[in-house]
C-alpha cells in the first residue's frame, strides 16, 4: 500500500487519525509532518516496522 499523499509513492507505514478530516495512510516522513498538528494521532501499521525507519 502506498503513502496517501500527492505525488508519494513511499510505502504507508503510519495511519493517521485526523478529527477534522479522513484518516490517512501514510509514509513515515509525512507521518513525521503531519502528525505534528494538534489533534493528530500517528499510529504505526502492525508489520511495518522495518519500513519507519527509511
Known amino acids: ?3 496517501s ?3 508519494c509513492s513511499r510505502p504507508a507505514v503510519v495511519e ?3 478529527p ?5 495512510l ?3 516522513p509525512h507521518a513525521r509532518v503531519l ?3 494538534n489533534g493528530v494521532v500517528a ?3 502492525p ?3 522495518d519500513e519507519l525507519l527509511e
Open 20 to 24: 477534522w478530516d479522513d484518516n490517512r
Open 43 to 45: 499510529d504505526p501499521l
Open 26 to 28: 501514510v509514509c513515515a
Open 16 to 18: 493517521l487519525h485526523i
Open 1 to 3: 500500500m502506498e503513502c
Open 35 to 37: 502528525g505534528r498538528q
Open 47 to 49: 508489520d511495518c516496522s
Open 5 to 7: 499523499e500527492p505525488e
